[in-house]
Protein backbone atom coordinates (compact mmCIF):
# COMPACT_ATOMS: atom_id res chain seq x y z
CA UNK A 1 0.00 0.00 0.00
CA UNK A 2 1.52 3.58 -1.69
CA UNK A 3 1.79 6.36 1.01
CA UNK A 4 -0.23 9.22 0.37
CA UNK A 5 2.17 11.74 0.66
CA UNK A 6 5.86 11.66 -0.71
CA UNK A 7 8.50 11.01 2.30
CA UNK A 8 12.15 11.35 2.50
CA UNK A 9 14.65 10.43 5.02
CA UNK A 10 17.10 12.37 7.30
CA UNK A 11 19.63 10.81 8.95
CA UNK A 12 21.36 11.36 12.19
CA UNK A 13 24.10 9.92 14.64
CA UNK A 14 22.67 9.98 17.96
CA UNK A 15 24.59 10.71 20.95
CA UNK A 16 24.67 7.40 23.27
CA UNK A 17 26.84 6.51 26.18
CA UNK A 18 27.39 2.94 27.37
CA UNK A 19 24.84 2.65 29.15
CA UNK A 20 22.06 3.61 26.64
CA UNK A 21 24.55 1.37 24.13
CA UNK A 22 23.59 -1.64 26.28
CA UNK A 23 19.50 -1.27 26.35
CA UNK A 24 19.74 -0.50 22.67
CA UNK A 25 21.59 -4.07 21.88
CA UNK A 26 19.31 -5.78 24.04
CA UNK A 27 16.22 -4.21 22.42
CA UNK A 28 17.21 -4.96 19.15
CA UNK A 29 17.96 -8.61 20.41
CA UNK A 30 14.66 -8.75 21.62
CA UNK A 31 13.47 -7.32 18.21
CA UNK A 32 15.19 -9.99 16.68
CA UNK A 33 13.67 -13.06 18.65
CA UNK A 34 10.34 -11.05 17.42
CA UNK A 35 11.13 -11.38 13.69
CA UNK A 36 12.39 -14.48 14.20
CA UNK A 37 9.24 -15.76 15.83
CA UNK A 38 6.93 -14.44 13.23
CA UNK A 39 8.56 -15.36 10.50
CA UNK A 40 8.72 -18.87 11.01
CA UNK A 41 4.98 -18.96 12.11
CA UNK A 42 4.12 -17.44 8.85
CA UNK A 43 6.02 -19.64 6.94
CA UNK A 44 4.01 -22.58 8.59
CA UNK A 45 0.49 -21.01 7.79
CA UNK A 46 2.40 -20.20 4.31
CA UNK A 47 3.28 -24.07 3.84
CA UNK A 48 -0.24 -25.21 5.33
CA UNK A 49 -2.30 -22.80 2.89
CA UNK A 50 -0.28 -23.98 -0.11
CA UNK A 51 -1.37 -27.63 0.34
CA UNK A 52 -5.12 -27.01 1.02
CA UNK A 53 -7.10 -28.03 -1.97
CA UNK A 54 -8.79 -24.59 -2.15
CA UNK A 55 -5.11 -23.18 -2.94
CA UNK A 56 -4.41 -25.30 -5.84
CA UNK A 57 -7.93 -25.05 -7.24
CA UNK A 58 -7.40 -21.18 -7.32
CA UNK A 59 -3.99 -21.77 -8.41
CA UNK A 60 -5.36 -23.89 -11.55
CA UNK A 61 -7.58 -21.02 -12.60
CA UNK A 62 -7.21 -18.13 -15.29
CA UNK A 63 -6.57 -14.92 -13.81
CA UNK A 64 -10.11 -13.30 -12.67
CA UNK A 65 -11.67 -12.01 -9.73
CA UNK A 66 -12.96 -15.38 -8.87
CA UNK A 67 -9.71 -16.49 -8.67
CA UNK A 68 -8.49 -13.25 -6.43
CA UNK A 69 -11.65 -13.68 -4.41
CA UNK A 70 -10.42 -17.22 -3.64
CA UNK A 71 -7.35 -16.49 -3.08
CA UNK A 72 -8.35 -14.05 0.03
CA UNK A 73 -10.55 -16.37 0.96
CA UNK A 74 -7.99 -18.99 1.23
CA UNK A 75 -5.43 -16.85 2.95
CA UNK A 76 -8.33 -15.47 5.47
CA UNK A 77 -8.68 -19.17 6.27
CA UNK A 78 -5.70 -19.80 7.80
CA UNK A 79 -4.85 -16.24 9.63
CA UNK A 80 -2.08 -15.48 6.78
CA UNK A 81 -2.36 -12.04 7.30
CA UNK A 82 -0.15 -8.88 8.85
CA UNK A 83 -2.85 -8.43 11.32
CA UNK A 84 -3.11 -12.28 12.84
CA UNK A 85 0.83 -12.31 12.54
CA UNK A 86 0.96 -9.14 14.80
CA UNK A 87 -1.36 -10.88 17.13
CA UNK A 88 0.91 -13.60 16.97
CA UNK A 89 3.86 -11.15 17.69
CA UNK A 90 2.25 -10.01 20.76
CA UNK A 91 1.47 -13.44 22.24
CA UNK A 92 5.22 -14.25 22.24
CA UNK A 93 6.05 -10.88 23.26
CA UNK A 94 3.98 -11.19 26.72
CA UNK A 95 5.14 -15.17 27.10
CA UNK A 96 8.93 -14.46 27.90
CA UNK A 97 11.31 -11.35 28.71
CA UNK A 98 10.76 -9.90 25.81
CA UNK A 99 8.09 -8.07 27.20
CA UNK A 100 10.09 -6.01 29.85
CA UNK A 101 11.87 -4.11 26.65
CA UNK A 102 9.56 -4.13 23.60
CA UNK A 103 6.55 -2.25 23.32
CA UNK A 104 3.12 -2.78 21.16
CA UNK A 105 4.34 -0.43 18.67
CA UNK A 106 7.70 -1.87 18.01
CA UNK A 107 6.59 -5.80 18.52
CA UNK A 108 4.41 -4.65 15.70
CA UNK A 109 6.66 -3.61 13.03
CA UNK A 110 8.82 -5.82 13.79
CA UNK A 111 6.33 -8.78 12.72
CA UNK A 112 4.82 -6.66 9.61
CA UNK A 113 8.03 -6.42 8.46
CA UNK A 114 8.58 -10.40 8.76
CA UNK A 115 5.12 -11.06 7.47
CA UNK A 116 6.16 -8.64 4.33
CA UNK A 117 8.86 -10.66 3.38
CA UNK A 118 6.56 -14.14 3.59
CA UNK A 119 4.30 -12.44 1.73
CA UNK A 120 6.73 -11.47 -1.29
CA UNK A 121 8.09 -14.98 -1.17
CA UNK A 122 4.26 -16.32 -1.43
CA UNK A 123 4.09 -13.88 -4.76
CA UNK A 124 7.01 -15.19 -5.99
CA UNK A 125 8.31 -11.61 -6.15
CA UNK A 126 11.65 -12.46 -3.77
CA UNK A 127 13.15 -15.90 -2.38
CA UNK A 128 12.60 -17.72 0.92
CA UNK A 129 13.75 -15.32 3.67
CA UNK A 130 16.30 -16.40 6.40
CA UNK A 131 16.10 -16.16 9.78
CA UNK A 132 18.38 -13.39 11.21
CA UNK A 133 21.28 -14.59 12.98
CA UNK A 134 22.80 -13.19 16.27
CA UNK A 135 23.58 -9.25 15.56
CA UNK A 136 21.90 -9.67 11.94
CA UNK A 137 19.00 -7.31 12.61
CA UNK A 138 20.26 -3.80 13.01
CA UNK A 139 17.17 -1.79 13.00
CA UNK A 140 13.72 -1.00 14.76
CA UNK A 141 11.14 1.27 13.68
CA UNK A 142 8.18 2.81 15.62
CA UNK A 143 4.76 3.07 14.52
CA UNK A 144 3.34 7.01 13.82
CA UNK A 145 4.75 9.50 16.38
CA UNK A 146 4.70 7.39 19.19
CA UNK A 147 7.11 5.16 21.44
CA UNK A 148 10.05 5.77 19.26
CA UNK A 149 9.40 9.72 18.87
CA UNK A 150 11.39 12.74 17.95
CA UNK A 151 10.87 15.66 20.37
CA UNK A 152 12.17 19.43 21.46
CA UNK A 153 14.04 19.83 24.69
CA UNK A 154 15.82 23.00 25.25
CA UNK A 155 15.71 23.70 21.48
CA UNK A 156 17.30 20.80 20.95
CA UNK A 157 15.88 17.62 19.01
CA UNK A 158 15.95 14.29 20.86
CA UNK A 159 14.86 10.80 20.40
CA UNK A 160 12.65 9.61 23.29
CA UNK A 161 11.88 5.83 23.32
CA UNK A 162 10.73 4.21 26.59
CA UNK A 163 12.85 6.64 29.11
CA UNK A 164 15.93 6.63 26.66
CA UNK A 165 16.56 10.09 25.88
CA UNK A 166 18.76 10.15 22.57
CA UNK A 167 19.99 13.70 21.32
CA UNK A 168 21.01 14.26 17.69
CA UNK A 169 23.98 15.21 16.60
CA UNK A 170 23.39 17.99 14.35
CA UNK A 171 26.59 19.71 11.52
CA UNK A 172 27.50 22.57 13.29
CA UNK A 173 28.48 24.59 9.61
CA UNK A 174 25.31 23.43 8.15
CA UNK A 175 26.16 25.76 5.42
CA UNK A 176 22.89 24.77 2.95
CA UNK A 177 20.71 24.52 5.69
CA UNK A 178 19.64 21.55 4.48
CA UNK A 179 19.34 19.98 8.32
CA UNK A 180 16.60 22.92 9.36
CA UNK A 181 14.63 22.58 6.26
CA UNK A 182 13.98 18.45 7.17
CA UNK A 183 13.73 18.76 10.55
CA UNK A 184 10.84 21.53 10.05
CA UNK A 185 8.84 18.67 8.05
CA UNK A 186 6.20 16.80 9.92
CA UNK A 187 8.09 13.63 11.15
CA UNK A 188 5.97 10.50 9.90
CA UNK A 189 7.82 7.62 12.18
CA UNK A 190 11.59 7.19 13.67
CA UNK A 191 13.83 4.19 13.14
CA UNK A 192 17.06 3.40 15.21
CA UNK A 193 20.31 2.15 13.54
CA UNK A 194 22.74 0.68 14.68
CA UNK A 195 26.33 0.57 11.98
CA UNK A 196 29.47 -1.00 12.98
CA UNK A 197 32.08 2.07 11.64
CA UNK A 198 35.78 1.22 11.64
CA UNK A 199 35.50 -1.61 14.28
CA UNK A 200 33.04 0.76 16.87
CA UNK A 201 29.33 0.63 17.53
CA UNK A 202 27.75 3.76 15.96
CA UNK A 203 23.98 4.55 16.42
CA UNK A 204 21.89 6.84 14.07
CA UNK A 205 18.35 7.75 13.94
CA UNK A 206 16.80 8.14 10.43
CA UNK A 207 13.51 10.32 10.45
CA UNK A 208 11.01 9.62 7.81
CA UNK A 209 9.76 13.35 6.92
CA UNK A 210 6.78 14.06 4.90
CA UNK A 211 7.24 15.91 1.72
CA UNK A 212 9.93 15.96 -0.95
CA UNK A 213 13.63 16.34 -0.24
CA UNK A 214 15.03 19.44 0.27
CA UNK A 215 17.29 21.23 -2.57
CA UNK A 216 20.52 22.81 -2.18
CA UNK A 217 20.79 26.28 -3.48
CA UNK A 218 24.15 26.10 -4.57
CA UNK A 219 23.88 22.91 -7.08
CA UNK A 220 22.80 24.56 -10.53
CA UNK A 221 19.63 23.26 -12.33
CA UNK A 222 20.17 23.66 -16.04
CA UNK A 223 17.11 24.30 -18.72
CA UNK A 224 16.58 21.95 -22.07
CA UNK A 225 16.55 18.35 -22.42
CA UNK A 226 19.17 15.79 -21.89
CA UNK A 227 19.43 12.17 -23.47
CA UNK A 228 20.89 9.54 -20.83
CA UNK A 229 22.60 6.22 -22.09
CA UNK A 230 23.08 4.51 -18.82
CA UNK A 231 25.37 1.23 -19.34
CA UNK A 232 26.57 -1.18 -16.48
CA UNK A 233 30.36 0.61 -16.72
CA UNK A 234 29.79 3.71 -18.71
CA UNK A 235 27.14 6.49 -18.68
CA UNK A 236 27.01 9.26 -21.35
CA UNK A 237 25.10 12.64 -21.12
CA UNK A 238 24.21 15.02 -23.99
CA UNK A 239 22.58 18.45 -23.88
CA UNK A 240 22.43 21.18 -26.81
CA UNK A 241 25.81 22.53 -25.45
CA UNK A 242 27.30 19.41 -23.51
CA UNK A 243 28.39 16.07 -24.41
CA UNK A 244 30.15 14.12 -21.67
CA UNK A 245 31.05 10.21 -21.45
CA UNK A 246 32.62 8.81 -18.68
CA UNK A 247 33.29 5.61 -16.31
CA UNK A 248 30.34 5.08 -14.40
CA UNK A 249 31.45 5.08 -10.59
CA UNK A 250 34.94 4.42 -10.89
CA UNK A 251 35.86 4.35 -7.91
CA UNK A 252 34.10 1.00 -6.88
CA UNK A 253 36.14 -0.83 -9.08
CA UNK A 254 39.38 0.19 -7.46
CA UNK A 255 38.34 -2.49 -4.26
CA UNK A 256 37.40 -5.55 -5.64
CA UNK A 257 40.98 -6.60 -5.33
CA UNK A 258 41.02 -5.69 -1.48
CA UNK A 259 38.04 -7.90 -1.45
CA UNK A 260 38.84 -10.99 -3.07
CA UNK A 261 41.90 -11.22 -0.99
CA UNK A 262 39.46 -10.87 1.84
CA UNK A 263 37.31 -13.43 0.78
CA UNK A 264 40.59 -16.18 0.17
CA UNK A 265 41.57 -15.67 3.14
CA UNK A 266 38.26 -15.96 4.74
CA UNK A 267 37.79 -19.19 3.00
CA UNK A 268 41.25 -21.01 3.70
CA UNK A 269 40.15 -19.97 7.79
CA UNK A 270 37.29 -22.08 7.25
CA UNK A 271 38.31 -24.54 5.43
CA UNK A 272 41.28 -25.09 8.39
CA UNK A 273 39.04 -24.60 11.31
CA UNK A 274 36.31 -27.44 9.46
CA UNK A 275 38.04 -30.13 7.52
CA UNK A 276 34.81 -32.04 8.34
CA UNK A 277 32.95 -30.15 6.18
CA UNK A 278 34.91 -30.65 2.79
CA UNK A 279 35.86 -33.39 1.16
CA UNK A 280 39.39 -34.62 0.19
CA UNK A 281 39.32 -32.84 -3.43
CA UNK A 282 38.50 -29.43 -1.54
CA UNK A 283 34.57 -29.43 -2.58
CA UNK A 284 32.02 -28.83 -0.21
CA UNK A 285 30.48 -31.67 1.59
CA UNK A 286 26.61 -31.80 1.19
CA UNK A 287 24.46 -31.14 3.75
CA UNK A 288 27.68 -30.00 6.62
CA UNK A 289 27.71 -27.15 8.24
CA UNK A 290 30.76 -24.59 9.14
CA UNK A 291 30.16 -24.45 13.00
CA UNK A 292 33.56 -23.16 14.17
CA UNK A 293 34.59 -20.03 13.14
CA UNK A 294 38.15 -18.87 14.74
CA UNK A 295 39.22 -15.48 16.09
CA UNK A 296 41.09 -14.80 12.74
CA UNK A 297 37.88 -15.43 10.57
CA UNK A 298 36.22 -13.01 12.49
CA UNK A 299 38.77 -10.44 12.11
CA UNK A 300 38.49 -10.93 8.51
CA UNK A 301 34.74 -10.85 8.37
CA UNK A 302 35.05 -7.37 9.88
CA UNK A 303 37.28 -6.31 7.79
CA UNK A 304 35.06 -7.32 4.81
CA UNK A 305 32.68 -5.66 6.40
CA UNK A 306 34.22 -2.81 6.42
CA UNK A 307 35.23 -2.53 3.10
CA UNK A 308 31.49 -3.24 1.74
CA UNK A 309 30.45 -0.09 4.09
CA UNK A 310 33.29 1.90 2.64
CA UNK A 311 32.05 0.48 -1.14
CA UNK A 312 28.79 1.71 -0.12
CA UNK A 313 29.47 5.17 1.09
CA UNK A 314 31.71 5.81 -2.28
CA UNK A 315 28.82 4.42 -4.58
CA UNK A 316 26.30 6.29 -2.67
CA UNK A 317 28.71 9.69 -3.31
CA UNK A 318 29.84 9.24 -6.55
CA UNK A 319 26.09 8.96 -7.52
CA UNK A 320 24.71 11.66 -6.10
CA UNK A 321 27.76 13.76 -7.77
CA UNK A 322 26.97 12.39 -10.91
CA UNK A 323 23.25 13.05 -10.54
CA UNK A 324 23.86 16.58 -9.89
CA UNK A 325 26.24 17.06 -12.86
CA UNK A 326 23.21 15.54 -15.08
CA UNK A 327 20.80 18.07 -13.91
CA UNK A 328 23.10 20.90 -14.21
CA UNK A 329 23.25 20.19 -17.84
CA UNK A 330 19.09 20.28 -18.00
CA UNK A 331 16.10 19.91 -16.47
CA UNK A 332 14.17 17.12 -18.49
CA UNK A 333 16.06 14.01 -18.84
CA UNK A 334 15.33 11.24 -21.54
CA UNK A 335 16.78 7.89 -21.36
CA UNK A 336 15.69 4.22 -22.38
CA UNK A 337 13.93 2.06 -19.56
CA UNK A 338 16.11 -0.52 -19.12
CA UNK A 339 15.74 -4.10 -17.67
CA UNK A 340 17.71 -4.11 -14.89
CA UNK A 341 17.18 -7.80 -14.18
CA UNK A 342 18.74 -7.96 -17.74
CA UNK A 343 21.91 -6.06 -16.85
CA UNK A 344 22.35 -8.82 -13.53
CA UNK A 345 22.29 -11.62 -15.83
CA UNK A 346 24.90 -10.61 -18.30
CA UNK A 347 27.32 -8.03 -16.38
CA UNK A 348 26.30 -9.41 -12.57
CA UNK A 349 29.21 -8.11 -11.27
CA UNK A 350 29.80 -4.89 -12.68
CA UNK A 351 25.76 -4.21 -11.25
CA UNK A 352 27.05 -5.53 -7.97
CA UNK A 353 29.68 -2.91 -7.59
CA UNK A 354 27.75 0.21 -9.79
CA UNK A 355 24.21 -0.57 -9.29
CA UNK A 356 22.68 1.23 -11.77
CA UNK A 357 19.02 0.95 -10.78
CA UNK A 358 20.19 3.18 -7.55
CA UNK A 359 21.67 5.74 -9.97
CA UNK A 360 18.36 6.20 -11.59
CA UNK A 361 16.51 6.49 -7.86
CA UNK A 362 18.37 8.85 -7.20
CA UNK A 363 18.60 10.70 -10.39
CA UNK A 364 14.62 11.02 -10.16
CA UNK A 365 14.33 11.62 -6.30
CA UNK A 366 17.15 14.98 -6.56
CA UNK A 367 14.78 16.39 -10.09
CA UNK A 368 11.45 16.02 -8.63
CA UNK A 369 13.06 17.75 -5.28
CA UNK A 370 14.70 20.49 -8.55
CA UNK A 371 11.45 20.82 -10.51
CA UNK A 372 13.01 19.00 -13.09
CA UNK A 373 11.40 15.46 -14.89
CA UNK A 374 13.33 11.96 -15.83
CA UNK A 375 11.11 10.82 -19.08
CA UNK A 376 11.72 6.37 -19.63
CA UNK A 377 10.98 5.51 -23.17
CA UNK A 378 10.57 2.07 -24.78
CA UNK A 379 13.72 0.15 -25.80
CA UNK A 380 12.26 -2.31 -28.06
CA UNK A 381 10.17 0.64 -30.06
CA UNK A 382 13.08 2.83 -30.03
CA UNK A 383 16.59 0.46 -30.40
CA UNK A 384 19.04 3.80 -30.21
CA UNK A 385 21.74 1.37 -30.26
CA UNK A 386 20.74 -0.27 -33.66
CA UNK A 387 19.26 2.13 -35.53
CA UNK A 388 20.90 4.89 -37.75
CA UNK A 389 19.31 8.61 -38.52
CA UNK A 390 20.25 9.05 -41.76
CA UNK A 391 19.15 5.67 -43.75
CA UNK A 392 16.61 4.59 -41.05
CA UNK A 393 17.75 1.50 -40.82
CA UNK A 394 18.25 -1.33 -37.55
CA UNK A 395 21.64 -2.95 -37.48
CA UNK A 396 22.07 -5.30 -34.51
CA UNK A 397 25.91 -4.77 -33.24
CA UNK A 398 27.90 -6.93 -30.86
CA UNK A 399 28.91 -5.43 -27.58
CA UNK A 400 32.41 -5.57 -28.66
CA UNK A 401 31.70 -2.74 -31.71
CA UNK A 402 31.43 1.00 -29.77
CA UNK A 403 31.54 2.83 -32.59
CA UNK A 404 28.57 3.46 -35.12
CA UNK A 405 29.51 4.12 -38.74
CA UNK A 406 27.33 5.77 -41.14
CA UNK A 407 27.05 5.21 -44.91
CA UNK A 408 29.30 7.66 -45.98
CA UNK A 409 32.12 5.95 -43.22
CA UNK A 410 32.21 8.49 -41.21
CA UNK A 411 31.77 6.92 -37.22
CA UNK A 412 30.69 8.15 -34.08
CA UNK A 413 30.79 6.98 -30.34
CA UNK A 414 27.89 4.71 -29.95
CA UNK A 415 26.83 5.28 -26.26
CA UNK A 416 27.34 9.08 -27.21
CA UNK A 417 24.91 8.48 -30.17
CA UNK A 418 22.46 6.53 -28.63
CA UNK A 419 22.31 9.46 -25.94
CA UNK A 420 22.19 11.98 -28.63
CA UNK A 421 18.97 9.92 -30.37
CA UNK A 422 17.21 10.23 -26.78
CA UNK A 423 16.98 13.78 -26.69
CA UNK A 424 14.88 13.23 -29.77
CA UNK A 425 12.08 10.75 -28.83
CA UNK A 426 8.78 11.78 -28.47
CA UNK A 427 5.86 9.22 -27.06
CA UNK A 428 8.20 6.34 -27.60
CA UNK A 429 9.29 7.17 -31.23
CA UNK A 430 12.45 8.20 -32.65
CA UNK A 431 12.09 11.81 -34.72
CA UNK A 432 13.90 10.95 -37.28
CA UNK A 433 13.64 14.78 -39.24
CA UNK A 434 14.29 16.42 -35.55
CA UNK A 435 17.78 14.23 -35.92
CA UNK A 436 18.89 15.46 -39.33
CA UNK A 437 17.83 18.58 -38.40
CA UNK A 438 20.21 18.77 -35.37
CA UNK A 439 23.40 16.06 -36.43
CA UNK A 440 25.29 18.82 -38.11
CA UNK A 441 25.62 21.16 -34.89
CA UNK A 442 25.75 17.62 -32.55
CA UNK A 443 28.79 15.83 -34.87
CA UNK A 444 31.58 17.89 -33.73
CA UNK A 445 29.97 17.82 -29.66
CA UNK A 446 29.95 14.13 -29.75
CA UNK A 447 33.71 13.99 -31.70
CA UNK A 448 35.39 16.10 -29.28
CA UNK A 449 33.28 14.22 -26.37
CA UNK A 450 34.66 10.65 -27.65
CA UNK A 451 38.51 11.90 -27.44
CA UNK A 452 40.57 10.42 -24.93
CA UNK A 453 37.91 7.79 -23.95
CA UNK A 454 39.14 4.09 -25.09
CA UNK A 455 36.27 1.71 -23.82
CA UNK A 456 36.67 -2.12 -24.11
CA UNK A 457 35.01 -4.61 -24.84
CA UNK A 458 34.36 -5.35 -21.38
CA UNK A 459 33.52 -2.71 -20.79
CA UNK A 460 35.83 -0.62 -18.80
CA UNK A 461 36.50 2.49 -20.33
CA UNK A 462 39.54 5.11 -19.34
CA UNK A 463 42.04 7.23 -20.74
CA UNK A 464 45.42 5.96 -22.62
CA UNK A 465 47.81 5.47 -20.03
CA UNK A 466 50.52 7.34 -19.01
CA UNK A 467 54.11 6.03 -17.82
CA UNK A 468 55.47 8.12 -14.81
CA UNK A 469 58.90 8.12 -14.56
CA UNK A 470 60.52 6.39 -11.72
CA UNK A 471 57.50 4.46 -11.02
CA UNK A 472 56.96 0.89 -11.77
CA UNK A 473 58.34 -0.49 -15.10
CA UNK A 474 59.59 2.82 -15.99
CA UNK A 475 61.84 2.40 -12.76
CA UNK A 476 65.50 2.21 -13.99
CA UNK A 477 67.45 -0.51 -13.47
CA UNK A 478 70.37 -0.05 -10.58
CA UNK A 479 73.17 -1.19 -11.99
CA UNK A 480 75.49 -0.37 -9.42
CA UNK A 481 73.32 -1.69 -6.21
CA UNK A 482 74.73 -5.15 -4.63
CA UNK A 483 71.57 -7.18 -5.57
CA UNK A 484 71.98 -6.30 -8.96
CA UNK A 485 75.57 -6.83 -9.27
CA UNK A 486 74.59 -10.63 -7.29
CA UNK A 487 71.89 -11.36 -9.32
CA UNK A 488 75.08 -11.14 -12.50
CA UNK A 489 77.25 -13.04 -10.69
CA UNK A 490 74.91 -15.30 -10.17
CA UNK A 491 73.72 -15.57 -13.86
CA UNK A 492 77.52 -15.56 -14.96
CA UNK A 493 78.21 -18.61 -12.73
CA UNK A 494 75.64 -20.51 -14.06
CA UNK A 495 76.39 -19.56 -17.79
CA UNK A 496 79.71 -20.97 -17.00
CA UNK A 497 78.48 -24.31 -15.38
CA UNK A 498 76.49 -24.59 -18.53
CA UNK A 499 79.43 -24.43 -20.75
CA UNK A 500 81.80 -25.68 -18.99
CA UNK A 501 81.31 -29.40 -20.71
CA UNK A 502 82.43 -27.49 -24.00
CA UNK A 503 84.92 -24.75 -22.96
CA UNK A 504 87.76 -25.56 -21.03
CA UNK A 505 88.74 -23.51 -17.86
CA UNK A 506 91.55 -20.80 -17.85
CA UNK A 507 94.58 -22.04 -16.90
CA UNK A 508 96.47 -20.62 -13.64
CA UNK A 509 92.78 -18.89 -12.29
CA UNK A 510 91.49 -20.92 -9.46
CA UNK A 511 87.86 -20.59 -8.11
CA UNK A 512 88.12 -18.11 -5.60
CA UNK A 513 90.06 -16.10 -7.45
CA UNK A 514 86.78 -16.43 -10.13
CA UNK A 515 84.44 -15.71 -7.35
CA UNK A 516 86.34 -12.22 -6.37
CA UNK A 517 86.38 -11.62 -9.81
CA UNK A 518 82.77 -11.91 -10.09
CA UNK A 519 82.02 -9.89 -6.28
CA UNK A 520 84.54 -7.07 -7.75
CA UNK A 521 82.39 -6.61 -11.54
CA UNK A 522 80.34 -3.73 -12.17
CA UNK A 523 77.51 -3.77 -14.52
CA UNK A 524 76.92 -1.19 -16.20
CA UNK A 525 73.50 0.66 -15.84
CA UNK A 526 71.10 -1.15 -18.40
CA UNK A 527 68.91 1.12 -20.94
CA UNK A 528 65.37 1.43 -19.84
CA UNK A 529 63.23 -0.89 -21.71
CA UNK A 530 60.78 1.16 -22.96
CA UNK A 531 63.67 3.48 -25.09
CA UNK A 532 63.27 0.28 -27.91
CA UNK A 533 59.25 1.01 -27.98
CA UNK A 534 57.07 3.50 -30.01
CA UNK A 535 55.31 5.98 -27.27
CA UNK A 536 51.86 5.33 -26.64
CA UNK A 537 50.74 7.53 -29.37
CA UNK A 538 52.11 5.68 -32.21
CA UNK A 539 50.92 2.74 -30.94
Not at 222 to 230: E, H, K, M, S
Not at 515 to 527: N, S
Request: some cysteine; proline content about 4%; charged content about 30%.
Amino acid sequence: MCAATPSFIAEFPLRTNAADERVLAVRLEAARHIYNACLDEALKRLALMRQSKDWQAACSRPKSKERTALFKAVMLRFGFSSASVQKHAELCRDACWIGLHLGSHDTQTTSLRAFKAVQMHAFGKRGRPRFKGKTRLHSVEGKGDAVIRLRWQDEKPVVLWDGLVLPLLRDPRDRDGWQEQALSCRTKYVRVLRRNVRGKTRWYAQLVQEGLVPRKDRLPVGAGIVGLDLGPSTIAAVSDTDATLEPFCPGVADMDRAIRRLQRAMDRSRRATNPDAFNADGTYRRGARITVRSRRYRVLAAKKAEVERCLAAERKRAQGELANRVLAQGDTIKMEKVSYRSFQRNFGRSVKRRAPSLFVSTLKRKAASAGASVVEFATRTTRLSQVSHDTGEYVKKPLSQRWHVFADGSRVQRDLYSAWLARFVEQDRLDASQCALHWVAAEPLLRRAALGFNQSAIGVGFALPTVRKGVGADRPLQGEGRWTEAADAVAQARAAERSSSDTPRTPGVSHGEVQRTWRDHKTPTAPHRNEACPPLTQI
